[in-house]
């Protein structure tokens, strides 16, 4: 991720079908784009790795029928302008192919050994893991973004916060059964497209990859490796991109392919955002219209989007397309339910922050406070970022949120069920994998990488030695500082 481009002019890239659906849409990436990766390899280096300098990328429909196909994307430089988001439709996704390369046919791909990659954040499967899952989830310089100056803090950081966290965290996984389910349901995803690739007759293995628990990241690309896999479509489970998210991932990713000769030549395909698919809209859209019919008044219901959210700082310093891609999707979504005669009012508010600093706004806990206030009723509340349940809509949603709802005077309260195994959704994300398959290429074993590759053991142990002495004194402040209050006293 974040590769430098060695010449003034950057190569075309081809972006897969699998971010249009099943149709064409001629649109300009949005300004948040700026600084975050859409085709891996192809950008010029700045915070953490996320720049694509003063480059903004267009999505070019031709009246020619290969330039139709192949979904041509020219890098054309120059400033940015902000643009108006309403009805715009843009992609972030695809494996890169070099001009000339061309794309392979479907038929010919089919004989080789097909692989599909899940990305997915991952869960604590016990109690026990809890505080150790809180750690690696901190530990990602892409979940707490700290200056270069001090990076070195990172880990003592994250074990100070993981463990301050954890009680409460294990409280929120004590009431959804002991333990996150998003490994179990994410298995079952990843058997269900396989069967679904299957009848489209497109044989793949699917592997689960998450991040912050087993299956790790590195284990999945390991039995990639013992399966001799030949051509690989990398899928996260995220509809929408975001730096913290798809972003990190795939920095893992390339980290890992760069260092390996058999992986860095294996042609791989990733899909960086699906929210704008036809089939996961229509998908979102028939889980809505069947719970607002479990409603006395449907049509009096408010359609609450509730989005996880991120730091400002993520969208207005680093680019993250996702405030503008989850904004996107909420109007994709509601024009589809428009098409269908459903026209309820609706609102989008992002949850689960965490820390002092300013997360994207309003607050989901705020505005449904607001929404009591103003005389709401019914609310049906839609997980529209997850596509899998786990603690922040089983706990978070289901619980803290519900209970909030109906102290602050709704009365009606309903949730749209994550997707899950929904049968049109798998079917989508199958021909999505289809659709990326020709555009896949090699990792290029001499990309840069986001971050710098730190290889002096005597630098990594006197940063391993103060790191670890501050991580002491910071866990033990607390401590220090009540047996300071109680001498006083």
């Known amino acids: 991720m974040g590769a430098t481009a060695k010449s003034g002019v950057l190569p075309h890239i081809n972006l897969s079908n699998s971010s249009l659906g099943s149709n064409h849409y001629t649109s300009t990436l949005f300004p948040q784009t700026r600084r975050v990766m859409l085709a891996y390899g192809h950008l010029s280096k700045g915070p953490r790795g996320l720049d694509i300098s003063t480059c903004q990328a267009s999505l070019v429909s031709s009246s020619d029928s290969s330039d139709r196909r192949n979904g041509t994307v020219s890098y054309i430089c120059g400033p940015i302008q902000k643009r108006n988001l309403?009805?715009?439709?843009?992609?972030?996704?695809?494996?890169?192919?070099?001009p000339g390369s061309g794309i392979e046919s479907l038929s010919h791909i089919a004989e080789e050994n097909i692989g599909v990659l899940l990305l997915n954040l991952g869960g604590p499967d016990t109690l026990h893991d809890v505080q150790p899952f809180l750690f690696n989830l901190f530990a990602d310089p892409d979940i707490i973004r700290l200056p270069r100056l001090f990076r070195f803090l990172q880990r003592p950081l994250a074990q100070l916060i993981s463990v301050l966290r954890a009680p409460k965290s294990k409280e929120g996984y004590a009431a959804i059964g002991g333990g996150s389910p998003l490994?179990?349901?994410?298995?079952?995803?990843?058997?269900?497209?396989?069967?679904?690739?299957?009848?489209?007759?497109?044989p793949a293995k699917v592997y689960v990859a998450m991040r912050y628990w087993h299956p790790f990241t590195e284990e999945a690309v390991q039995q990639i490796k013992r399966d001799r896999i030949t051509r690989l479509v990398v899928l996260p489970l995220y509809p929408?991109?975001?730096i913290s998210t798809t972003g990190s991932s795939i920095r893992v990713l390339q980290s890992i392919f760069r260092e390996d000769e058999y992986l860095s030549r294996l042609p791989v395909s990733i899909i960086q955002s699906w929210y704008q698919r036809e089939g996961y809209i229509k998908s979102m859209t028939e889980l809505i219209e069947k719970e607002l019919q479990s409603f006395s008044k449907p049509e009096e219901v408010m359609v609450f989007f509730s989005a996880h959210g991120v730091p400002v700082s993520y969208v207005e310093e680093a680019g993250d397309p996702y405030r503008d891609q989850m904004e996107e999707c909420i109007y994709l979504i509601m024009q589809e339910l428009k098409a269908r005669g459903i026209a309820n009012h609706h609102t989008l508010a992002y949850q689960s922050r965490v820390?002092?600093?300013?997360w994207l706004k309003p607050y989901t806990d705020e505005v449904i406070v607001e929404l009591g206030q103003k005389g709401v009723k019914s609310l049906l509340a839609v997980p529209v970022s997850f596509v899998s349940e786990?603690?922040?809509?089983?706990?978070?949603?289901?619980m803290e949120y519900r209970n909030l709802a109906l102290e602050s005077?709704?009365?009606?309260?309903?949730?749209?069920?994550?997707?899950?195994?929904?049968?049109?959704?798998?079917?989508d994300m199958a021909d999505a994998v289809i659709e990326a398959l020709p555009s896949a290429t090699s990792m290029s074993t001499s990309s840069n990488t986001s971050e710098e590759v730190d290889n002096d053991l005597v630098r990594y142990a006197i940063k391993m030695f103060f790191g670890s002495i501050l991580a002491f004194v910071l866990l033990l402040l607390p401590k220090m500082m009540s047996a300071f209050k109680n001498q006083l006293y």
């Not at 820390?355 to 300013?358: L, M, S, Y």
């Not at 786990?390 to 289901?398: A, F, G, N, S, V």
């Not at 005077?409 to 079917?427: D, K, M, Q, Y």
Request: proline share 3%; aromatic share 8%; with cysteine.
């Open 86 to 98: 309403t009805g715009q439709t843009f992609s972030s996704v695809g494996g890169c192919t070099y």
């Open 183 to 202: 490994r179990k349901i994410t298995d079952e995803q990843a058997t269900a497209l396989k069967m679904a690739l299957e009848a489209k007759e497109m």
């Open 240 to 242: 929408q991109f975001s």
């Open 355 to 358: 820390g002092p600093v300013q």
């Open 390 to 398: 786990h603690i922040e809509t089983l706990e978070e949603i289901d």
């Open 409 to 427: 005077g709704i009365e009606n309260w309903g949730r749209v069920p994550a997707l899950g195994c929904t049968s049109s959704f798998i079917t």
